[in-house]
């Protein structure tokens, strides 16, 4: 079956965190914007820096999947998310596997591996944002909330799994 080339407005997905984040008495601010598929696009729809961007990827090590919050800004460093996991390899998930997992595209998917019963790791870098920003199982709606919030509705262990910048 082809999939839609987006998720517009709210989704099941969106439903569900936003009920998730209202039953923990969690504040977050609801933003509705054009279309985004990338997370520079994101952070302009979004008047935000893109280094509040919480991107969320799902990545398969072993026969386990694991969702990570990232900052929009960096980049997974293979090596050290190996060393995290306990594994020889580890990939992405395919654009299949992530909407059989999540129900999102990817572009859309929520920073919540928790609901989709994924453990969730939380990159050290995003600890120097305050607030974050993340879209919401949608590519038209996207959250705003404080970055500890975020960690304590997803149960992120937090890490340090981001390739170190070259000199």
């Known amino acids: 079956m082809e999939q839609p080339p987006h998720q517009i407005g709210e989704t099941d ?6 009920e998730h984040l209202t039953a923990m008495g969690i504040v977050f ?3 509705e914007h054009e279309v985004v598929t990338t997370s520079e696009a994101a952070a302009g729809a979004r008047a935000s820096r893109l280094e509040q961007g919480a991107k969320a990827l799902i990545v398969k090590a072993g026969d386990t999947f694991y969702h990570l919050i990232v900052s929009a800004a960096k980049r997974v460093d293979n090596n050290k998310l190996r060393k995290i996991l ?9 654009p299949d596997e ?10 859309a998917v929520p920073p919540f591996g928790n609901l989709f019963g994924l453990k969730v790791y939380m990159d050290a870098a995003l600890l120097d944002e305050d607030t974050v920003y993340f879209n919401c ?3 038209t709606v996207s959250l705003r909330m404080g970055r500890a919030d975020l960690e304590r509705a997803t149960g992120a262990e937090t890490a340090d799994f981001i390739r170190a910048k070259s000199a």
Request: charged share 25%.
């Open 13 to 18: 997905t969106t439903r569900k965190i936003l």
């Open 137 to 139: 199982g949608s590519h």
């Open 86 to 94: 306990g594994v020889r390899k580890v990939r992405f998930a395919t």
């Open 29 to 31: 601010e609801k933003l």
């Open 98 to 107: 992530v909407m059989a997992l999540t129900g999102c595209m990817p572009g």
